[in-house]
């Protein structure tokens, strides 16, 4: 079985429009390529209670969960509080996080800037001191700022941590609609249930109008299932396959 992953987007900024979410596409590539199963994305408003409900529900569900927004020195920056809500705990001052504040600021640190070393109580910190900082981890949640350059260079430290047998992945353009290929596909997954397959129609390509994809992590039943589908299709129906 694949480790599980849930992903929380933080933010009044999103859901009002304002600011476009991409951190939620870049870890899902990310997870899918390291071979995790990720199950649910949700976006969230800055509300520490709620936040706290939606972490306490994804801990329990999934093995990781990633959250991304509400980390920094102003007023809507309430991750941490929210985090350390959902599992009950208090938000303290970590004093490597402080320590590393200090230095940097020296006598331009003031209390604002110092909210950056706040983390739950119990917290720890995962990856290296680069220029952004490790990440805070609690239990199995771990804390992202919502800056995309931030998060990817904060994720790229630590996604080894999360490497899992791989996703093997076969696709398919098919020049028949998903009218013809349907019964094929329903039949396909009667003979390999376990088999990921996805179909995917398009209305702008001259090529192709259907894209199928099939995915496995073991490379010997996404082979007989592929073999098999392309065996189904209708003649002259593949523009090409991949993988």
């Known amino acids: 079985m694949a480790k599980t992953a849930g992903i929380i987007i933080i933010g009044n900024e999103v859901l009002s429009g304002k600011t476009q979410d991409t951190n939620s ?72 996080l402080e320590r590393r504040l200090r230095e940097r600021h020296g006598a331009n640190i003031n209390e604002a800037r110092l909210r950056m070393a706040e983390v739950p109580e119990g917290a720890e910190l995962i990856g290296d001191w680069s220029i952004y900082g490790p990440v805070p981890k609690m239990r199995n949640v771990y804390i992202f700022a919502g800056i995309p350059k931030v998060l990817q260079d904060r994720f790229s430290a630590i996604r080894e941590l999360f490497r899992e ?11 028949e ?12 997954l009667v003979r390999f249930p376990d088999l990921m397959l996805g179909s995917y129609p398009v209305i702008d390509n001259p090529d192709y109008r259907v894209k199928l994809t099939l995915e496995s992590k073991d490379p010997g ?21 991949e993988g």
Not at 221 to 241: D, N, Q, W
């Open 25 to 96: 596409h870049y870890l899902s590539k990310e997870l899918r390529t390291l071979g995790v199963d990720l199950r649910r994305v949700v976006v969230i408003p800055d509300e520490i209670e709620l936040i706290g409900r939606e972490v306490a529900a994804f801990s329990r569900d999934f093995d990781f969960v990633f959250t991304t927004g509400g980390v920094g020195p102003t007023h809507d920056d309430v991750t941490m509080a929210g985090v350390a809500c959902g599992f009950g705990v208090k938000v303290v001052r970590h004093p490597d």
């Open 221 to 241: 039943y996404l082979e007989l299932a592929f073999e098999k589908l392309l065996s189904a299709m209708p003649a002259g129906s593949i523009l090409r396959t």
């Open 177 to 188: 609609g998903e009218g013809v290929v349907a019964s094929i596909l329903n039949d396909l």
């Open 165 to 175: 047998a791989p996703y093997y992945l076969k696709v398919i353009y098919s020049r």
